[in-house]
T-cell receptor
Framework: LAKTTQPISMDSYEGQEVNITCSHNNIATNDYITWYQQFPSQGPRFIIQGYKTKVTNEVASLFIPADRKSSTLSLPRVSLSDTAVYYCLVANSNYQLIWGAGTKLIIKP | GAGVSQTPSNKVTEKGKYVELRCDPISGHTALYWYRQSLGQGPEFLIYFQGTGAADDSGLPNDRFFAVRPEGSVSTLKIQRTERGDSAVYLC????????????????FGPGTRLTVL
């Protein structure tokens, strides 16, 4: 059963680049890696998704090495509003996303 | 356009009572999901609908939990004989299509219903 492991929490400062690494040693051949963001009292929100190499959108980049056993979410120049919980997800055999506890990211001024 | 909405936003009930939680998905989304989230934890999958039918209900914790989606749009999660352990935020999400291999289907979440069982 594919699952992910990510740090429980991270701290950084405004204007810094933040990288959150997730390990998924048992990822299946056809699995994508998906990241969601969740603010307090809100539902999760999709950030980015990728299969291999690098994906970039307007809010983040996702780096996936060739063996796909890990991935790194990169948030450029974070602000206080990036304080949230970030989830790294892969799917199970029923195609359902597997949710762990996520990484609580705290951005300080 | 309108996102996923859930009502009520908060529900306080007494142990043993029956509750219904409602979810209005994004129009045109065929897939609808229910999750439960406890403090400090990630969402826990409960059930997923494809159209009107429950395609995967493997996450429902016991037979006190039941969900319907009679017309393939709005869904109701029903909890009978509530227990204090049922207290959590219940999240609903919808996606345009059914989950596919690889888990590529983007889910859009509502704000959740906070259920408190006294």
């Amino acid at each position: 059963l594919a699952k992910t492991t990510q740090p429980i929490s991270m701290d950084s400062y405004e204007g810094q680049e933040v990288n959150i690494t997730c390990s998924h040693n048992n990822i299946a051949t056809n699995d994508y890696i998906t990241w969601y963001q969740q603010f307090p009292s809100q539902g999760p929100r999709f950030i980015i998704q990728g299969y291999k190499t690098k994906v970039t959108n307007e809010v983040a980049s996702l780096f996936i090495p060739a063996d796909r056993k890990s991935s790194t979410l990169s948030l450029p120049r974070v602000s206080l509003s990036d304080t949230a919980v970030y989830y790294c997800l892969v799917a199970n055999s029923n195609y359902q996303l597997i949710w762990g506890a996520g990484t609580k990211l705290i951005i300080k001024p | 356009g309108a996102g996923v909405s859930q009502t009520p936003s908060n529900k306080v009930t007494e142990k043993g009572k029956y509750v219904e939680l409602r979810c209005d998905p994004i129009s045109g989304h065929t897939a609808l999901y229910w999750y439960r989230q406890s403090l400090g934890q990630g969402p826990e999958f409960l059930i997923y609908f494809q159209g009107t039918g429950a395609a995967d209900d493997s996450g429902l914790p016991n037979d006190r939990f039941f969900a319907v989606r009679p017309e393939g749009s709005v869904s109701t999660l029903k909890i009978q004989r509530t227990e204090r352990g049922d207290s959590a935020v219940y999240l609903c999400a919808s996606s345009l299509r059914a989950p596919v291999a690889g888990g590529t289907d983007t889910q859009y979440f509502g704000p959740g219903t906070r259920l408190t069982v006294l």
